[in-house]
């Protein structure tokens, strides 16, 4: 066994230590931490929707009617009918004709890996996706091969080259370290050209991307055989917990017989499935709150410019300032904690070395007053 002292100091000095910062308690964008109160700008909950008020009614009288744990998997007698009736609202939001709940995105994506392919196969990554999809690759019995970000031209070459009986491309939709767009067009032609199956991961799209917020698809004007497997969270704009994967008939049923990470776990809280569903009708019914953040993204946009920050080319709800040293985006998210706004800096191994960054993220639940805020804060950090 490695010297875990030794690594432990090796990583401090480096300034790649990680620390959990506890969040005693949380008021709509504000988090209490050791008693001081901090405007969040690091949180997933792109809607603002983990606290709406119908969400939490629906968790709590979820439990009452169902109590907290499912008691068992899916396959045994978890599956309840919330799961059930969630699955079926979900597939049909995404325009698939089937979806399955999985615990976790980082389940999901092994789940898909992990049933679909086998040592005849290959799988093809962005360089930049989630760690989760790189996982479920590097993990899976296929042969393994990346392509740098976003560039479909050397995808191109690669499937040309391989001798797979079965070739899957795997990409993250939004990048969730960089808030740019997969080119879902041209990765829809290139997988038709080389008779591959195109995968994606929209963690970061569900709920938000489209006018409707239906996601990938309805923001590409895509169809479910455009892109034959589909993969969201439920823990980012639906403020929940939780992923689904929709697809066919067959691909649901080979997931259902075949994919470990789904047979092997306790079916998730049936209440969390009441709670999800209530949150996918509050996606459905106010359509403001993406317009909202639309306002902010522009807002943040077009202020951080004005201060000279570097900013990556994202219209999304992340919006990283680059920094490039680990120290310096460090040195920067104390500076503004110190001023009461908290912004998580992002260092290798989650994002290239050499390009630290502080990871803003904004939310429905923010006002146009918070995002001046923010970059009021930024000023006097600079
Ligand atoms: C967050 C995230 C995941 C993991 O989802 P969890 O439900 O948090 O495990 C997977 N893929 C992407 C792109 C993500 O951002």
Request: aromatic share 6%; charged share 20%.
């Amino acid at each position: 066994m490695k010297d875990l002292a030794a690594a432990l100091t090796h990583r401090r000095a480096q300034h790649l230590y990680r620390a959990r910062t506890t969040v005693d308690a949380v008021d709509g964008v504000h988090v209490i931490v050791n008693g001081v109160r901090l405007l969040n700008f690091c949180s997933n909950d792109y809607l603002g929707l983990a606290r709406h008020p119908d969400v939490v009614t629906a968790l709590q009288q979820g439990a009452a009617r169902y109590g907290v744990g499912s008691t068992a998997a899916h396959l045994v007698c978890g599956h309840h009918a919330p799961h059930h009736a969630l699955e079926e609202e979900l597939a049909a939001f995404v325009g698939y004709p089937r979806a399955l709940l999985f615990s976790t995105g980082y389940m999901a994506n092994l789940g898909i890996a992990s049933a679909l392919l086998d040592r005849h196969a290959a799988v093809f990554e962005d360089r930049l996706n989630h760690a989760s999809l790189l996982d479920a690759g590097l993990s899976s019995d296929a042969q393994f091969k990346r392509y740098a970000h976003n560039d479909v031209a050397q995808l191109r070459t690669l499937l040309s080259a391989s001798t797979s009986a079965q070739n899957l491309i795997m990409t993250d939709s939004i990048f969730s370290m960089d808030g740019d767009l997969a080119p879902l067009p041209a990765l829809v032609e290139c997988a038709r050209e080389h008779n591959a199956q195109l995968m994606i991961d929209d963690a970061h799209g569900f709920g938000v991307s489209g006018a409707q917020g239906r996601g990938a698809l309805e923001q590409f004007a895509l169809s479910s055989t455009d892109v034959p497997i589909y993969m969201a969270t439920l823990g980012k704009a639906l403020g929940c917990f939780g992923a689904f994967v929709a697809g066919s008939e067959e691909l649901i049923e080979t997931l259902i017989q075949e994919s470990r990470p789904y047979i092997y776990t306790t079916a998730t809280p049936p209440a969390l499935a009441e709670a999800t569903r209530a949150s996918l009708r509050v996606v459905q019914t106010e359509s403001w709150r993406r317009e909202h953040l639309r306002e902010l993204i522009s807002t943040f946009r077009g202020g951080a410019q004005q201060l000279g920050l570097r900013l990556l080319d994202s219209a999304t709800p992340i919006q990283p300032i680059i920094f490039g040293e680990a120290a310096d985006a460090l040195a920067a998210s104390e500076k503004l904690r110190a001023q009461g706004v908290w912004v998580s800096a992002i260092r290798p191994p989650t994002v290239p070395a050499g390009s630290a960054r502080l990871r803003v993220t904004l939310s429905a639940a923010h006002s146009i007053e918070h995002v001046e805020r923010l970059l009021c804060a930024l000023e006097n950090a600079a």
